[in-house]
């Protein structure tokens, strides 16, 4: 086994999967703030099964890590029962008694984040009508999330002191109407191509709902434009744009503002991804750029 930890998942699978023999546990890439396995697992009749343990981390800018694997795991067994395509939830534990803290257990997906250059526009908007989906969602079962509704007044704790956002800081510090006024939606918190696996050119799973909440659509879909321009550039990240836009409403102004919001909390806290120096630096250039095309948006508002 390529793990140091077999002991312990040796003891959860024989609670978790009675008559089952763990034939192999390794360490899944991917994620800043949890500890991902997948699990072969075979029984006596020649069954064979693999399941992904989830176990998630202490970070700063989440809520502590047991409540999130509980929502994490309430939320799942919503959105598998409603044919969204997530993998299907089949264990939680809290006890502290198989792992060193709380953790849940999921159906393997077979798949891959990566696309090929031939299948990006199409799959950007198969990504866009994906979101819009989510977003549609009905939201009175769905436990009990976050709200995530107003960039302000977090933003500051994240917007740069820097000369040339100097007018942005003050035409942001003398609004009063940064609250989202329409009705909340289901918000996946983390709608990236590292949380989308592809099987045969099709979305075969939408993956890590640890940053899930209640709110302004405007979010989920300035977050994605950010990675997609990280990854593949802005004219994807406005293929992906205009792919939603003829889904669901695009408020162009609430864009702006959580574009900022997603490009400077990136910034802030890109230090502690374990970047290359040479990512890190294009990443923070062009969430930068990403802050200064926005405030543009934002600032035409103001009479000359």
Not at 134 to 144: A, G
Not at 181 to 193: I, K, N, Q, R, S
Request: proline fraction near 7%; aromatic fraction near 8%.
């Amino acid at each position: 086994m390529d793990t140091p930890d077999s002991d312990g998942f040796i003891a959860l699978v024989e609670r978790a999967f009675p008559g089952a023999r763990l034939c192999a546990a390794r360490r899944l890439t991917g994620g800043v703030s949890a500890h991902v396995h997948a699990l072969d697992l075979e029984w006596p009749d020649g069954r064979r099964r693999t399941v992904v343990v989830r176990q998630h981390g202490a970070a700063g800018w989440r809520l502590q890590h047991g409540q999130v694997a509980q929502l994490e795991y309430a939320l799942l067994r919503v959105l598998h029962a409603a044919g969204v395509p997530v993998p299907e939830p089949l264990l939680l534990d809290t006890s502290g008694s198989l792992r060193p803290g709380p953790f849940l257990v999921m159906a393997f997906v077979e798949g891959t984040t990566e696309v090929s250059p031939s299948r990006l526009a199409g799959s950007l908007d198969v990504m866009a009508a994906n979101l819009a989906r989510i977003h549609r969602l009905p939201v009175q079962n769905l436990p009990e999330l976050p709200s995530r509704t107003d960039p302000l007044p977090e933003l500051f704790d994240y917007l740069p002191d820097s000369r040339e956002l100097v007018a942005l800081r003050a035409h942001l510090a003398g609004r009063a109407d940064t609250a989202y006024a329409g009705t909340p939606v289901l918000l996946h918190g983390d709608y990236w191509p590292g949380n989308l696996l592809w099987r045969d050119g099709r979305l075969a799973a939408i993956l890590d709902w640890e940053d899930a909440a209640i709110g302004d659509p405007m979010s989920d879909v300035a977050g994605c434009r950010l990675e997609l321009f990280w990854k593949h550039g802005m004219a994807a990240a406005h293929r992906f744009t205009s792919a939603y836009g003829r889904e669901l409403p695009i408020d162009d102004k609430r864009l702006a503002l959580w574009q900022i919001y997603v490009a400077c909390a990136a910034a802030h806290f890109m230090g502690e991804w374990g970047l290359e120096p040479e990512r890190e630096a294009d990443m923070r250039n062009k969430a930068e750029q990403f802050t200064r095309d926005a405030a543009t948006v934002l600032l035409a508002e103001q009479p000359t």
